[in-house]
């Protein structure tokens, strides 16, 4: 028997389970309508704002992508508001990650940064002790949180999160969502976004 190209018991159950594959398929477009109608809100959130955006950002950009391989687990996200480039970021994301949980986070870089870095503390009472991380690798693409990832940013460390801050070129702050918590299951994943964007809105307000 070739070893190498058989299948275990846990391997041939999972492969014929047709339930899985079609609840999987259910709750993919059930995630893109939450994403859609999450994009509404957060466009009508932004409508008469005025924003330290980038020269050429475009209100009206947005991105809903799927995938099935980030660290292995499928996912899908949102990006809106939307701007990237090489040198510069400004864009809200919330991706639903399989197997991990959900994530609603603002990612900046570029020329703004240090204005950026500056309303966030001067708006500390409005951000702080909200659930929201400010995450610590230097990478903007890493979506794990806790200990060595991320720092809650509560009332009492303002201090310690400005000198964080202090040097770095990029901004990611993220409220992370257990896939069991009863937000995901009450149905309140689209009020929860729209609110952690509120909360994080005068970041990025001139």
């Given amino acids: ?21 079609r609840t999987k398929a259910k709750v993919t477009l059930q995630v ?21 955006a980038p020269l050429n950002f475009s209100p009206d950009a ?21 701007y990237f480039t090489r040198e510069e970021k400004f864009a809200f994301r919330s991706l639903f990650w399989w ?14 940064i240090r204005r950026y870095k500056e309303n966030l503390i001067n708006h500390w009472t409005v951000i ?6 400010l995450c610590l690798s230097p990478s903007l693409w890493e979506w794990k949180y806790g200990p060595g990832y991320t720092m809650e940013l509560t009332n009492d460390r303002k ?29 309140l994943v689209i009020e929860t976004g729209h609110a952690t964007f509120r909360s994080m809105l005068p970041i990025i307000l001139s």
């Fill in 159 to 187: 201090s310690q999160t400005a000198a964080v801050l202090a040097h770095r070129s990029s901004l990611k702050l993220a409220r992370f969502i257990s896939l069991t918590d009863p937000i995901i299951q009450s149905g």
């Fill in 62 to 82: 947005v991105q809903f992508v799927k995938g099935e391989h980030l660290e292995d687990f499928p996912y899908q996200y949102l990006d809106y508001p939307r």
């Fill in 99 to 112: 197997g991990h949980h959900m994530v609603f986070s603002l990612i900046l870089e570029g020329p703004n």
């Fill in 128 to 133: 702080a002790d909200h659930n929201i991380h």
């Fill in 32 to 52: 893109r309508k939450i994403l859609e109608e999450l994009q509404g809100h957060l466009k009508s959130e932004l409508t008469g704002q005025n924003l330290v």
């Fill in 1 to 21: 028997m070739n070893q190498i190209h058989s299948f275990s018991p846990e391997e041939v159950a999972c492969i014929a389970d047709t339930d899985f594959f």
